[in-house]
């Protein structure tokens, strides 16, 4: 396993990247994310909007998180949409992808940017 990033979220939450995770799930082929789209993953997790936990009942340890992308000129990749696994630390994140809208299997907010 190779670490492309490890880095700490607000709530102090020790999260990281496994390479194998971005090249066959997040990047190429799934073509969630580009390359030049690493560093707004990471931003992500350090600096999101929000931080929401999953509504998923299979994979109850994970959260969810916001970040609103600054250069986006579409409405339909307004969002960087991050999720972590936190059932062992520190947290993986499983998958990234752009959204229009802070939504999708999302329950309880538990982290907002002020």
Do not use: C
């Amino acid at each position: 396993m190779t670490k492309l990033f490890e880095t700490t979220d607000p709530r102090g939450l020790k999260v990281y990247l496994d390479e194998d995770q971005w090249d066959y799930h997040i990047a190429l082929p799934a073509g969630h994310l580009s390359q030049r789209s690493l560093h707004e993953l990471k931003d992500a997790v350090e600096e999101p909007n929000q931080i929401w936990t999953t509504a998923d009942t299979i994979n109850p340890n994970r959260d969810v998180y916001f970040r609103e992308r600054i250069n986006s000129t579409s409405v339909k990749t307004k969002y960087i949409k991050v999720v972590v696994d936190r059932s062992e630390v520190p947290a993986e994140i499983i998958t990234a992808f752009l959204t229009p809208q802070i939504q999708g299997n999302i329950k309880e907010k538990i982290y907002e940017k002020t």
